[in-house]
């Protein structure tokens, strides 16, 4: 995984852009306050987004530039699927041998998370990927602020306190003390390599987690979203 940038810069000339840009909606820069982006990342994310788009109230370069880094760049699907065995629609697996079909992402799993993942060590407890999705407040991974999500890719704080470390109180679902997994950061997600991304890149994924169909998941638990 590599370090992402874009060539788009936030310019304030004044105060008033200033405040355009700490004012969105849960933490969340005003679109407008946007200022540039590679153009041509923009065309090519709306050519390969697999799904369709809600566009209503976003920031389309935004969500251009957020499907570029989403889908060819940081692979988010790969592990926010189910898994591969349902990552691909049927007859679209590029590594099938299947004549030269092209990939075709299965829409019912996109971002619905759900991939499991068991770091090495003995008593470890099971990774499931989240559920990047919006859900009916519109806002993705469940109605996750920007806020909230700066801070996850930044420092790979686990908000939802999943897999903590054991202890004398909690026992189960958790890291043993033998191991040296931190159970208050996300493990296996790629958040060291992640969190040097810019602070543009980040609010291009948002805005494009925003404009993704939501999944409802399971009929409860983790990677349950309320869609309406």
């Known amino acids: 995984m590599k ?3 874009c060539n788009g810069h936030l310019r304030m000339a004044t105060a008033a852009a200033a405040l355009a840009f700490t004012a969105g909606v849960g933490g969340l820069p005003s679109a407008h306050a946007w200022d540039g982006g590679d153009e041509s990342r923009v065309r090519r994310g709306f050519e390969i987004a697999p799904v369709p788009l809600n566009l209503d109230g976003k920031n389309r370069e935004l969500v251009g530039l957020g499907s570029y880094l989403v889908n060819a760049v940081a692979s988010c699907n790969m592990c926010h ?3 591969p065995a349902t990552e691909f629609a049927s007859g679209g ?3 099938f041998k299947v004549g030269n079909s092209p990939k075709v992402v299965n829409q019912a799993t996109y971002l619905g998370g759900g991939r499991t993942f068991t770091p090495p060590g003995t ?12 859900d009916r407040t519109g806002r993705p991974a469940g109605g996750m602020t920007f806020a909230d999500f700066r801070e996850v890719m930044r420092t790979g704080v686990d908000l939802d306190h999943v ?3 054991c202890s004398a109180t909690v026992t189960t679902n958790c890291y043993p003390a033998s191991q040296p997994y931190d159970g208050d ?8 390599e992640l969190q040097s991304m810019t602070d543009d890149d980040l609010r291009a994924i948002y805005e494009y987690l925003s404009a993704v169909p939501c999944i409802e998941g399971p009929p409860s638990g983790l ?6």
Request: hydrophobic residues 30%.
């Open 185 to 192: 950061l996300l493990q296996v997600m790629p958040w060291p």
């Open 93 to 95: 697996n590029p590594y």
């Open 163 to 165: 897999h903590p470390n």
């Open 223 to 228: 990677l349950h979203n309320d869609c309406s």
């Open 3 to 5: 370090t992402l940038r």
């Open 123 to 134: 008593g470890n407890p099971t990774i499931v990927s989240r559920n990047l999705t919006p």
């Open 81 to 83: 699927s189910a898994g």
